[in-house]
């Protein structure tokens, strides 16, 4: 299971998404290098690197999924 998502960074605060829901940290609290987009270790003291390698790719498939066109009614 992924640790905790950094959705988004709010000013000196950044917010997590931990089992589906939001908490707000302070951002000095959490490792460097840490910005929207990435996991964290469940302990909050590093960037789980792998799982947000693995989640980039995904979102990359799908994106790419999303580019064919498939002759529907539906276009982007």
């Known amino acids: 299971m992924a640790g905790p998502f950094v959705d988004r960074i709010e000013g000196k605060q950044a917010v997590l998404v931990i089992d589906g829901k939001e908490k707000s940290v302070p951002l000095s609290s959490l490792p460097r290098g840490t910005r929207e987009g990435v996991y964290l270790t ?3 003291k ?6 947000t390698r693995r989640a980039a790719g995904e979102i990359e ?3 790419e ?4 066109d498939d002759g529907g009614d539906f276009s982007l």
């Not at 590093?46 to 799982?51: K, L, Q, T």
């Open 42 to 44: 469940a302990d909050l």
């Open 46 to 51: 590093g960037i789980d690197d792998a799982e």
């Open 61 to 63: 498939a799908r994106r």
């Open 65 to 68: 999924r999303m580019k064919k």
